[in-house]
């Protein structure tokens, strides 16, 4: 076992590291920096934080062990979650997906890399982990070297376990050191990165709720001699991605219920979400249909104001 004053250290510089991340990314969402203060705006850098740092975290984690030259075989770096976070389990292709899979032994690391080389990737039934949605990352508990080659040539399939963070929001907390647990349990954070893309999801999810239509920009099409269109249009593209996540939500919400409900309890939920889903989709593609039409209306007539 590690000295106490070296653990002590790392706890420190994990807890620093995991905080400095966080504020660093609280300050790129400033209104003042981005020049707007769209909640859907915020989302969709949010969503490129979690992609940058889950490719960061898969591919250190790949070389941890040419660094460090062996490390242990029972490393997880799994999120604590409880049962109902559990949704489902399928065979994911793991190309697109950020992959952490910490490999443990540099002979096998080798015999895997010589074996794709020559052979291809071919999925064996031991290779199972858990998948993460809303941070599109699948932690590898079984098959970690043949999977930590695989990922780095962006291929790779798996059966994985499927944890939906949006039911452990409100089980487990982080301070990048350990993951707090309803109950006052605490396990230890593996890698501090892994904290931050718990937090950045549980942010962006609470900013997705607190976005609804009154929030959302109106289109300002009054006059042509009051608006720029070329400035209108890119108010009508932050609408329309919006609708478009918005009608995402809906259909995982939709998913969900086909994966936790019985079938005689599912029909009505489903009958319910399914009409919101249609008008949902109806609105995208009346907005986006209306809005290109007034576009070009106005800018036609901005052009001639301007020009004559």
């Not at 905080?19 to 969503?47: C, R, W």
């Not at 920009?217 to 720029?228: A, I, K």
Request: proline residues 4%; hydrophobic residues 40%; neutral net charge.
């Amino acid at each position: 076992m590690k000295p106490f004053f070296y653990r002590n250290r790392q706890i420190l510089k994990s807890r620093k590291a995991f905080t400095q991340t966080v504020q660093m990314v609280t300050k790129l969402l400033n209104p003042s920096f981005q020049g707007n203060d769209l909640d859907i705006h915020k989302a969709e850098v949010i969503s490129f934080f979690i992609e940058l740092i889950g490719k960061d975290l898969a591919f250190s984690t790949a070389s941890r062990l040419l660094r460090l030259g062996k490390t242990p075989q029972n490393v997880q770096f799994a999120i604590p979650a409880p049962e109902e976070a559990y949704v489902g389990a399928e065979n994911f292709s793991l190309s697109g997906i950020n992959v952490v899979s910490d490999t443990y032994a540099c002979d096998k690391l080798v015999g895997a890399i010589h074996h794709i080389k020559t052979a291809g990737f071919r999925q064996i039934n031991n290779y199972t982990g858990t998948y993460y949605p809303e941070i599109n990352l699948a932690v590898i508990e079984n098959g970690r070297h043949h999977l930590s080659v695989a990922m780095v040539h962006d291929t790779g399939s798996a059966q994985l376990q499927i944890c939906s963070l949006r039911k452990a929001f409100g089980y487990v907390t982080t301070d990048g050191a350990f993951w707090y647990t309803e109950g006052g349990q605490r396990q230890p954070v593996l890698d501090y990165r892994l904290a931050v893309l718990f937090e950045l999801a549980r942010l962006r999810e609470s900013l997705i709720l607190s976005v609804n239509d009154s929030e959302l920009p109106e289109p300002v099409f009054q006059s042509p001699n009051q608006v720029n269109p070329l400035n209108a249009f890119h108010e009508s593209q932050f609408r329309v991605k919006w609708l478009e996540l918005e009608l995402g939500i809906k259909k995982l919400q939709l998913d969900k219920l086909r994966h936790d409900l019985k079938p005689d309890a599912i029909e009505k939920e489903i009958m319910k979400l399914e009409k919101k889903h249609c008008a949902l989709a109806q609105k995208l593609n009346a907005w986006t249909e209306n809005e290109g039409r007034r576009m070009l209306e106005a800018y036609i007539a901005w052009n001639i104001e301007i020009h004559g």
